[in-house]
């Protein structure tokens, strides 16, 4: 039993600690870092106000979205690299090459690239660029999510698709399948629980994206690319407004709880099954 002490002590430290005081935090008015006084839920009803809740649908829109490109994208990729053709290696390190690049990187690179007054693909867009309004802002921010993150689900159903055995679509091509249904009907069910996990291991990245939306947007223009894990900095780091950004966190942490037991009961069911 003793063996596990320091172990148990370093978990402890590095994330039972946090949480507890993040917690303790978001009940407390603070100026800088110094706790002022105790004001219950009022931070709370500051973060689930008008403002709070559209931060919420803006993260959720970024969220899903960014889902919707990149699992099927990424399955697509997958399956192209699954088949017997030449320079497929070739073809591999080109398409995962976005996964070694920081979100730092690929943040100023596409920043560059839809600046509206010298940017390279400025001719495209006209006027000022998407980086100019809400929408546009949005939308850049989902497709250079996409295009970092598309990597991973490569990888994945890359990995999913070699464990399926050649003689189950082969058998459902003996029974009249086309390739189409012989895909649906017996690979993606196969798949099944890897693109479950991919789902929420994108889920998580996603809601705890800070560097990128920092970086390419800074949350604007008018708060259109503003979601929760940027202000939950901001209010921290910026404003300094410890208690609201502890209370951003917080939440942001119980969503985090949602889909970390969501992934284990995946985990579970593909292990019982």
Not at 58 to 85: E, H, I
Not at 143 to 154: K, R
Not at 200 to 229: A, D
Request: aromatic share 12%; with cysteine.
């Amino acid at each position: 039993m003793a063996l596990y002490l320091p172990a148990v002590a370093l978990v402890a430290l590095v994330s039972v600690f946090p949480i507890a005081y993040a917690l303790r935090l978001s009940v407390y008015r603070t100026r800088a870092l110094r706790v002022v006084e105790f004001i219950g839920w009022d931070n709370f009803t500051t973060v689930l106000g008008p403002a709070g809740w559209a931060d919420i649908a803006r993260t959720f829109v970024y969220v899903v979205v960014s889902l919707v490109l990149a699992v099927p994208l990424g399955l697509g990729l997958a399956v192209l690299l699954n088949k017997q053709v030449r320079f497929v290696r070739m073809f591999r390190v080109v398409i995962l090459l976005p996964w070694v690049v920081s979100q730092t990187v690929a943040a100023l690179l596409w920043k560059w690239l839809l600046n509206g007054q010298y940017g390279p693909l400025h001719s495209l867009f006209g006027g000022d660029g998407p980086l100019s309004s809400p929408w546009g802002s949005m939308a850049s921010l989902i497709v250079v999510n996409v295009w970092l993150s598309y990597p991973l689900a490569t990888i994945l159903c890359l990995a999913a698709l070699q464990t399926v055995p050649a003689e189950q679509i082969e058998a459902s091509r003996v029974d009249g399948c086309n390739p189409r249904q012989s895909f649906f009907l017996v690979v993606v069910p196969a798949i099944r629980s890897t693109l479950l996990i991919l789902v929420i291991m994108l889920t998580l990245l996603y809601f705890n994206m800070v560097t990128l939306v920092y970086t390419l947007t800074g949350g604007g223009p008018f708060s259109g690319t503003q979601v929760l894990s940027l202000n939950a900095f901001l209010q921290s780091f910026q404003f300094f407004k410890i208690g609201i950004g502890a209370a951003y966190s917080v939440v942001l942490f119980v969503f985090n709880i949602v889909f970390g037991v969501a992934y284990i009961r995946v985990l579970k069911g593909k292990n019982d099954a």
